[in-house]
């Protein structure tokens, strides 16, 4: 059997195929197609298309986070280990996670909270992180959304894409009412694996710059 054994071949003639399958690529600007191909070509599913949202010119908010080398907050290990590791590096960034932080896990017990929310709050707190990747909890995005209203101003980037039943589409709603900069999803789907894509296409085009 003949096929193609070159990974850039692979994946270009892959991006090919997406952008001629979708409905209506034009719609996007050069760089939000890029982030709508990137989580295409990780899920095979063509309904993110009509499901993703940008607010608040997200990839450029990104761009800037990134290069002052940044902090990452993943919410899950899978993220944190997930993000392109030698773009990361290129730029100073770090990822971190600290849902399974010792302080993080007593607080939770003692408060009777998910763990997501106190590393959320953790987090916020730390000035370092410029950008959110939500994957997984819905309650993490709702914790983050909750600090930003007390606080009243953000200037980071919220990738929010927890995937579920249980309030993630409610998460992600309540993400979409807030004129800050964000990419989420509407509905139940997203998930750790939409949350890498999207950052690793923002790097990736942050690179192309």
């Not at 927890?162 to 992600?172: C, D, L, Q, R, T």
């Not at 004129?179 to 690793?200: E, H, T």
């Amino acid at each position: 059997m003949e096929y193609i054994k070159n990974p850039m071949a692979i994946e270009e003639g892959s991006m090919q195929i997406i952008e001629s399958e979708m409905t209506a690529p034009e719609d996007f600007t050069s760089d939000a197609l890029k982030v709508i191909k990137r989580v295409i070509h990780t899920t095979a599913d063509f309904e993110y298309e009509s499901l993703i949202r940008f607010s608040g010119d997200p990839i450029e908010k990104g761009i800037q986070h990134i290069k002052r080398g940044c902090k990452i907050y993943g919410d899950t290990n899978m993220i944190t280990v997930g993000v392109n590791r030698v773009l990361l590096q290129a730029y100073g960034c770090t990822m971190v996670n600290y849902v399974h932080d010792e302080d993080v896990k007593a607080q939770a017990l003692e408060k009777g909270i998910t763990r997501s929310m106190v590393a959320m709050e953790k987090a916020f707190y730390d000035k370092e992180i410029g950008i959110y990747l939500i994957g997984n909890a819905p309650t993490a995005l709702i914790k983050l959304l909750e600090l930003i209203d007390k606080q009243g101003h953000f200037d980071g980037l919220i990738v929010g894409v927890p995937v579920g039943f249980v309030g993630a589409k409610e998460s992600k709603e309540l993400l979409m009412e807030r004129d800050i900069p964000y990419i989420s999803i509407k509905g139940r789907k997203g998930g750790s694996p939409v949350a890498v894509a999207m950052m690793n296409a923002i790097l990736k085009i942050g690179k192309e710059r």
